[in-house]
């Protein structure tokens, strides 16, 4: 059965830079599509970043635009999250999450089927 694993989040100062990691277990790894999704505590998850596995077709909310970028590793069924000109206000819970089917849109949390177990970025002033 397929896992997805996330790593290195950690604590930065505002400003700074972090590289998000997710890996894929499991020997037959096709999804439609990766994103990553964060959640603070007592608010909805909310869409971050995604691209498809295939096309390379990729999205990004607004929040991030211009300072994240999201990329994949062919080779080891890794996608990363590049995090720069990180922000007080990026602090979250980052997920990532596969989708196996195409559903049109990639920024909604119901589009995906498999979720990693969330990673920790806090950012200080």
């Known amino acids: 059965q397929v896992q997805l694993v996330e790593s290195g989040g950690g604590l930065v100062q505002a400003g700074g830079s972090l590289r998000l990691s997710c890996a894929a277990s499991?020997?037959?790894?096709?999804?439609?599509?990766m994103g990553w999704f964060r959640q603070v505590p007592g608010k909805e998850r909310e869409f971050v970043a995604a691209?498809?596995?295939?096309?390379?077709?990729?999205e990004y909310a607004d929040s991030v635009k211009g300072r994240f970028g999201i990329a994949r590793d062919n080779a080891e069924n890794t996608v990363y999250l590049q995090m720069n000109s990180l922000k007080p206000e990026d602090t979250a819970v980052y997920y990532c999450a596969a989708a196996f089917h195409n559903s049109g849109s990639l920024d909604r949390t119901p589009v995906y089927d498999l979720w990693g177990q969330g990673t920790q970025v806090t950012v200080s002033s």
């Open positions: 499991g020997r037959t790894f096709n999804p439609y599509a």
């Open positions: 691209r498809t596995w295939s096309s390379s077709r990729t």
